[in-house]
């Protein structure tokens, strides 16, 4: 599969890899693999954020990824699906970091990964994402899979990420939109 992949995709999953030994991460996934799209310039997927005004906004997008690792993955609504259960994420985080230190819920190590000298492995929400993406660019008639792929399937996938592009406004259909028309704005 990654034979099809562009020079932009490529950067975009070797981003997420440095994303993930820079976390020290057990594994990339696919909130790496948005970091790593924050991070690109002059691509496809790139200008779909910056048209969607992510651009500004990607230090806001950095600090939501940050607090769901906090809650060990959990996003938002999985918070509040359990807080309607009586079960309160936030204190059983606040104990946990109070006995174990500041971010022991999170898939951090200090950089001390489990695997010195080896890649991370791609976790099951890394490898969704990229099957994904194949799919869309497969259903779209592309030849290649590009970075803006890689975008939007993080815009249909259901967890953090494309819970943190939605409250950022950035949809699977806004950015079909800027990416292939129906807007003012049309990558090229």
């Known amino acids: 599969m990654?034979?099809?992949?562009?020079?932009?995709?490529?950067?975009?999953?070797?981003?997420?890899?440095?994303?993930a030994e820079e976390a020290g991460a057990g594994s990339v996934d696919a909130e790496h693999l948005l970091l790593a799209l924050l991070d690109r310039e002059g691509s496809r997927a790139s200008f779909a954020l910056a048209a969607l005004g992510l651009a500004e906004r990607g230090e806001a997008v950095r600090q939501a990824l940050g607090q769901a690792r906090r809650r060990a993955g959990l996003s938002q609504a999985d918070t509040e699906a359990l807080a309607g259960l009586g079960i309160d994420v936030l204190e059983i985080v606040a104990r946990v970091e109070e006995a174990h230190g500041a971010g022991a819920m999170a898939d951090?190590?200090?950089?001390?990964?489990?695997?010195p000298g080896?890649?991370?492995?791609?976790?099951?929400?890394?490898?969704?994402?990229?099957?994904?993406?194949?799919r869309i660019a497969v259903a779209r008639r592309d030849r290649h899979i590009g970075d803006e792929h890689i975008l939007l399937a993080l815009t249909v996938r259901p967890g953090v990420s494309g819970e943190v592009l939605a409250d950022h406004g950035v949809t699977h259909e806004s950015v079909t939109r800027v990416l292939y028309g129906g807007g003012a704005a049309k990558a090229g």
């Open 2 to 19: 990654f034979e099809r992949f562009t020079k932009d995709a490529r950067a975009v999953v070797a981003g997420a890899v440095e994303h």
């Open 108 to 115: 951090e190590r200090g950089g001390q990964g489990r695997w």
């Open 118 to 134: 080896r890649r991370r492995p791609f976790g099951k929400g890394a490898r969704e994402t990229l099957e994904k993406a194949l």
